[in-house]
Nanobody, 127 residues
Framework: QVHLEESGGGSVQTGGSLRLTCAAS????????MCWFRQVSDKKREGVAC???????TYAASVRGRFTISKDSANHKLYLQIYNLKPEDSAMYYC?????????????????????WGRGTQVTVSS
């Protein structure tokens, strides 16, 4: 397991932008699948974007074109840049990491596949 800590959430108006950051205690040479998930109350945790050890990024259809996932392996950071926020984007956002899946695509994984999670950062979008 690795330690993950999210930051960058907040309250914004519709159309606003945020950049979420996940600080990860992942060795630079490690190969991980890293993803951002979001969850509203007791609903199922939803994957929104993943990036694998080859820097291949995949996105949920609902966020494609508005969300960009990236990572800085040298500085152990995972990012989620969010543009044109909508009220339905309001959720707790979590980063997750898993070294058993160095190659991953969002459509082929589930939250149950990940062993390491941060505590989350809240994003609230008002209309």
């Amino acid at each position: 397991q690795v330690h993950l800590e999210e930051s960058g959430g907040g309250s914004v108006q519709t159309g606003g932008s945020l950049r979420l950051t996940c600080a990860a205690s992942v060795p630079s040479e490690s190969k991980y699948c890293m993803c951002w998930f979001r969850q509203v109350s007791d609903k199922k945790r939803e994957g929104v974007a993943c990036i694998d050890s080859d820097y291949f990024a995949t996105y949920a259809a609902s966020v494609r074109g508005r969300f960009t996932i990236s990572k800085d392996s040298a500085n152990h950071k995972l990012y989620l840049q969010i543009y044109n926020l909508k009220p339905e984007d309001s959720a707790m956002y979590y980063c997750a990491a898993e070294d058993r899946m160095p190659i991953c695509i969002l459509g082929g994984i589930s939250y149950v596949d990940f062993g390491s999670w941060g505590r989350g950062t809240q994003v609230t979008v008002s209309s």
